[in-house]
């Protein structure tokens, strides 16, 4: 992927109110806004646009430290931030990311298709609770120009989202092909495996997206060490319980989609059960770890 420049812009110079983003050459617009700064922000241009926004919060009925989002669109976004924000049954929220476009091309049907494709994107990820009650389906009611378009409108809010620091759309990134002699997918992914008793993972490396993923039926160890952290402990936990994982027999579970880890280390703990160093954990086929394999993709300069 080319490489994009966005711009964040904190409106009230602080990094936890209002505050919007940009791609550069691009019509898309994102805007945070922290359901405190409701009133604040009522006369904004963009909010009184047609657009699609996701409401952002603690699940706090859940068991584990997860988010719980609602997806939804409007004609006048102001107008649906401020009804919620009266409703009793999304008190859970506190900002708002709202998108629109900067030149006034989003209609009813684009934003409806918008709001029918992100309610997918994150049901398929699993990585936030979703509290809409209807999974409405527009895909296929756009000219097909108008789909690729929108299409592309996703790819930027997700690009924008992953900036603001939500993961919630995304599941991994798909490798073009299976390769199994430790040898590249492409000109990024390359594949690494690691097994023990009860255990059995690949894991595809993607250094320019920064994922490491652990491939759908990769196997992991139902025992913990005494010593695993409470953070991997807790994911592990997370995992079964969004279906991520299922029991797979008595010594190990399964992984039933692809999931991306944000280090080598985490995927490594979470697979094993254990405390344990990634980068030393996973090799290629050829027995080459990780830490070799990535000091030889970075150039050693020789000392003058």
């Not at 617009?29 to 657009?51: D, F, I, M, N």
């Not at 490798?175 to 997918?185: E, I, L």
């Not at 025992?223 to 592990?236: I, S």
């Not at 995927?267 to 080459?288: D, F, M, Y």
Request: negative net charge.
């Amino acid at each position: 992927m080319a490489g994009r420049s966005i711009k964040i812009f904190l409106v009230d110079g602080t990094v936890s109110g209002f505050r919007t983003a940009e791609i550069g050459l691009s019509t898309i617009k994102a805007l945070v806004v922290p359901r405190a700064s409701l009133s604040a922000v009522a006369k904004r241009v963009e909010l009184q646009k047609t657009g699609i926004y996701v409401l952002v919060g603690p699940d706090t009925d859940g068991k584990f430290n997860q988010k719980k989002i609602y997806i939804g669109e409007g004609d006048t976004i102001f107008t649906r931030l401020n009804a919620h924000n009266r409703d009793e049954t999304k008190d859970f929220w506190e900002e708002a990311v709202i998108f629109v476009s900067k030149d006034e091309n989003l209609g009813k049907s684009h934003v409806r298709y918008l709001e029918a494709r992100l309610i997918s994107l994150a049901t398929d990820a699993r990585r936030a609770t979703l509290s809409n009650g209807t999974n409405p389906n527009e895909q296929g009611r756009l000219p097909e120009s108008d789909e690729n378009e929108m299409e592309e409108f996703i790819l930027q809010a997700r690009l924008l989202l992953g900036t603001l620091g939500y993961d919630l759309f995304e599941p991994t990134l798909a490798p073009p092909s299976v390769c199994t002699d430790g040898g590249s997918f492409s000109a990024t992914h390359v594949e690494f495996l690691y097994s023990g008793d009860g255990f059995n993972a690949i894991c595809v490396v993607d250094p320019d997206a920064g994922q490491f993923i652990v491939k759908f039926n990769s196997k992991l160890r139902k025992k913990e060490a005494p010593t695993l952290g409470g953070t991997y402990k807790n994911l592990r936990n997370q995992l079964l319980e969004n279906g991520i994982l299922q029991d797979f027999d008595e010594s190990s579970n399964i992984f039933k989609q692809d999931y991306s880890f944000g280090s080598i280390s985490a995927a490594a703990q979470v697979v094993s059960g254990q405390p344990i160093n990634g980068r030393t954990a996973w090799h290629l086929e050829n027995g080459k770890t990780f830490a070799d394999w990535q000091n030889e993709q970075i150039p050693v300069e020789s000392e003058s």
